[in-house]
């Protein structure tokens, strides 16, 4: 039951969606004016297809790919031995220092994600710091809110993320600059980062310790105890003594290069073109007796800033070769020890492709109920509220859990609605955005972490809700205090 839970809320929410659709008509906005349209109903037959759909559409199926290409990454490091080791001496390093090494956890994660809003290459990293965590003898729940918890609330509080989820598009949009309302989103991070920071440190146990503690243990209890220390991604085996500088140096040459090639570096400096462009053009323009040599051998791949997915796919195939290579591991070895890590990572990776299947079907609609709900709040006020932009923004980011795609369909009614207060109307657009990808299990980040570290969604809130609450309510004052200002 609770292995399947977190499918049975994307389900729930997806048949939620259906329901509603044979009762409330859609519509659609055109400068500020709504229009009423039908009902359009999700049929019996939709209901079978829509899962089918989002499991085979390329740019869920991406997403589902790097996971198990991540999986395969950690099964190849722990082939190698070298991956072990590393591992424990980083544990061993912060024994007796174990919620320093939670406080550096969580401002890796937060710092980088509202900085890049890049999740999937922070995803990298997870497996690694989750097994140091439990490692040092923390619950998986710790070590749930350290990781992919720092990267939600991170993303909560974006400052100059300038990618699907942050602000190039919001410049795209609606013409914003980066540093529109900076202070205020500063201020947010840091409020929130120290209410994560305080809420880990004071709900975190050394389970370990209270093993030690303990005087009589059954073996029923032994074996329980082996089962909760038992690490995703992480493979016992003997003392290696193999070294941990090749894959450290690998490791980190892999996420260096995809953070760098996949930040916008454009959106960042304000600028249509960049040094890297400058570079990729000069590169792919040398013809060696005029045969285009150097454009042919780098193929179709985009010059750095402009990297994709696509290629962080090639790049993460890229390390798994190298690693295999570097620690002389047979062909055979390496192809075994990738395929065991994405097997593991294969319900991590259904559950993100599955958590998509609302955003593809209200972009699969030519209109939907949910611009019609979002017309009821709009008419409860004339000028500027707040609180129904949040309150509109919290509804659409269930079916629109990408960004990007909540600001084109909210983009007609709040240019013209209140377009003096859009720099106002955005910054709660984004705020509460981030908010719900901590709730709703549309959201990917949220359903891997979960999945991987084998949580509930049920377990999430019961465990979380006053850390979840205390998140909104700085949220809200922060908010309350960006519009009065």
């Known amino acids: 039951m609770k292995k399947n839970s977190i499918i049975k809320a994307i389900l729930f ?3 939620a969606y259906v329901v509603l659709s044979w009762i409330i008509p859609g519509g659609t906005f055109s400068s500020g ?26 740019i869920f199926v991406l997403t589902g790919l790097i996971i198990l290409l991540i999986g395969g990454l950690y099964g190849v ?53 989750v097994a140091v965590i439990l490692l040092l003898g923390y619950s998986r729940m710790t070590a749930l809110l350290s990781t992919i918890g720092a990267i939600l609330v991170g993303n909560m509080g974006t400052v100059f993320g300038y990618n699907t989820g942050g602000y190039n598009y919001i410049n795209y949009f609606f013409g914003l600059k980066s540093t529109e309302n900076i202070v205020a989103k500063i201020a947010l991070f840091v409020v929130l980062v120290l209410i994560l920071t305080i809420f880990v440190i004071k709900t975190s146990k050394l389970e370990k310790v209270e ?3 303990a005087k009589k243990s059954t073996k029923k209890k032994e074996e329980v105890e082996e089962k909760e220390i038992s690490i995703p991604l992480y493979k016992k085996v003997e003392e290696s003594k193999k070294s941990t500088l090749p894959l450290i140096i690998i490791l980190g040459l892999t996420l260096v290069i995809a953070f760098v090639a996949m930040f916008n570096w454009a959106g960042a400096i304000g600028s249509e ?15 060696l007796n005029g045969y285009p040599l150097f454009a042919n051998l780098i193929g179709s791949i985009n010059p750095f800033g402009h990297w994709s997915n696509y290629e962080f796919a090639m790049l993460l195939m890229i390390a798994i070769i190298v690693i295999g290579f570097v620690y002389n591991l047979k062909v055979k070895e390496t192809y075994d020890a990738l395929v065991e890590g994405m097997k593991e990572m294969l319900g991590v990776a259904i559950v993100a492709i599955l958590a998509n299947i609302l955003l593809l079907v209200v972009n ?12 009821i709040f709009f008419k409860m006020a004339k000028s500027f509220n707040f609180a129904v932009i949040a309150i509109i923004s919290a509804i659409g980011s269930i079916a629109y859990s990408d960004f990007p795609y909540l600001m084109n369909v909210l983009y007609d009614p709040v240019t013209s609605l209140y377009a003096k207060n859009i720099p106002e109307a955005v910054y709660v657009m984004q705020v509460i955005y981030g908010f719900m990808m901590m709730i709703v299990p549309t959201s990917v980040g949220l359903v891997i ?6 949580i509930s969604y ?13 998140l909104l309510v700085a949220a809200l004052i922060l908010i309350v205090i960006v519009v009065l200002v």
């Open 449 to 454: 972490g979960l999945k991987y570290l084998g």
């Open 13 to 15: 929410t997806f048949l």
């Open 364 to 375: 699969s609609a030519s209109a939907t109920f949910a611009t019609y709900i979002f017309n």
């Open 273 to 287: 073109k960049t040094i890297f462009d400058t570079w990729y053009t000069n590169i792919t323009s040398v013809k």
């Open 211 to 213: 093993k030690k503690k």
């Open 458 to 470: 049920k377990e999430w809130f019961k465990e979380n809700w006053k850390l979840l609450l205390s």
């Open 33 to 58: 004016v709504f229009t009423k349209g039908k009902v359009t109903p999700v049929g019996i037959g939709d209901i079978f297809i829509y899962p089918i759909s989002t499991s085979i559409t390329s």
């Open 77 to 129: 490091m722990n082939q190698t031995g070298a991956y072990q080791k590393l591992v424990g001496s980083v544990a061993k390093k912060f024994e007796g220092k174990e919620k320093v090494f939670l406080i550096i956890s969580i401002l890796v994660f937060a710092i980088l994600a509202s900085l890049t809003t890049l999740t999937l290459p922070l995803i990298v990293m997870v497996p690694f710091f």
